[in-house]
């Protein structure tokens, strides 16, 4: 350790800054030498200045050694610096350099022995204090790393909650692996949607009492939310008893108008189950679907803090009107969207539908039993 300790002699009078020299440097000590406490002080001011003890005589011309102590002490870069004092060996002046903030003293004529014991000593607390405020400082870069790291992992999971709103789980991962939000920027695209609705659900919401209604809606929602995740659709909004969903689109999919088909099946089979117990505690709630299949205009929509992920079209006006005409419990495709699934689903055409918003009759076909359930 010995060579690495840098020591600020400080005496007025050469020779004993020679003797010192003398003594420590054999001893692997590296000296800096002030003849006064005006020099003392103008060093240990230099911002790159590296000293690890002072030792310091008291007697001095201009500003004596009690003086220098306590403006060591007084400067919060030097305060913990170790001093030891040379005095004359009188109680008094001990006394003295104590009270300036001495953390040792060595009496002149010094014993050669004692001199290197004591700086020895103050040079390993020295090295304690360095270790220590290291440490503290790089405990204090950890934490600012640490909170930055939590910061950002906050803001990744809200962006992941926000994005969960409207995408399956494995879609808003995506994005948030990838980073590119840009699959959320408006684009055209040809999606198959899924509206469906609670039939009977006004009166049943205008004679029952809220919490009733919550009851229902809690029990309606959480089924048809393990589908959509399921059958990796995207949830574009539940409006009360009403729920549209889309396939194909922020990230295209395999058979698109397959998933929508079975998923809405799925579905049709749940709430078959929800409502026998709703029947038992008398409401009268059907199910009904529309499925159909068109270009959009997809992307997010909304403000700061508070967006939504949007299609905009005809093929979502028509599988909404699908949905409004289907009875209990029936699904009502299009005729594209019947096209691309009759080969594995039993239906049949219920005729061209007269729907409100469109002005040319729609094609369209109630789908029955599957014979397959999973996309």
Known sequence: MADQVTILAVDDLPQNLRLL?????????????????????????????????????????????????RRVRADPRTAYLPVVMITASGDQEKLHAIEAGADDFV?????????????????????????????????????????????????????????????????????IDSGDESLLDSHRREIVVVFCDLR?????AEQSEPEEVMQVLG????????????YEGTLERFTGDGLMVFFNDPVPCDDPAWRAVAMAMAMRDRVARLAQGWTRRGHDLGFGVGVAQGFATLGRIGFEGRSDYAAIGSVTNLAARLCATAGPGQVLVSERVFA????????????????????????????????????
């Open 107 to 175: 009496a002149k004529p010094f014993h050669q022995g004692e001199l290197v014991a004591r700086v020895a000593s103050l040079a390993r607390v020295k090295r304690y204090q360095d270790t220590i405020a290291r440490q503290a400082s790089e405990l204090a870069e950890w934490n600012r790393e640490l909170e930055t790291r939590v910061r950002t992992q906050v803001d990744e999971l809200q962006r992941l909650q926000r994005l969960r709103r409207f995408l399956p789980p494995q879609l808003a991962d995506l994005v």
């Open 21 to 69: 020299q003398a003594v420590l440097e054999p001893r692997g000590y590296r000296l800096e030498l002030a003849s006064s406490g005006e020099e003392a002080l103008a060093f240990l001011a230099k911002p790159d200045q590296v000293v690890d003890l002072v030792l310091l005589d008291i007697v001095m011309a201009g500003i004596d050694g009690y003086e220098v102590c």
């Open 340 to 375: 691309a699934v009759e080969e594995r689903v039993a239906g049949h055409p219920v005729g061209a539908l007269e729907l409100r918003g469109f002005s040319r009759p729609v094609s369209t076909y109630v789908i029955g039993s599957p014979e397959m359930s999973q996309p």
């Open 219 to 230: 029990e309606y929602h959480r089924e048809l939310g393990e589908l959509i995740v399921e």
């Open 200 to 204: 009977g659900f006004t009166p049943f």
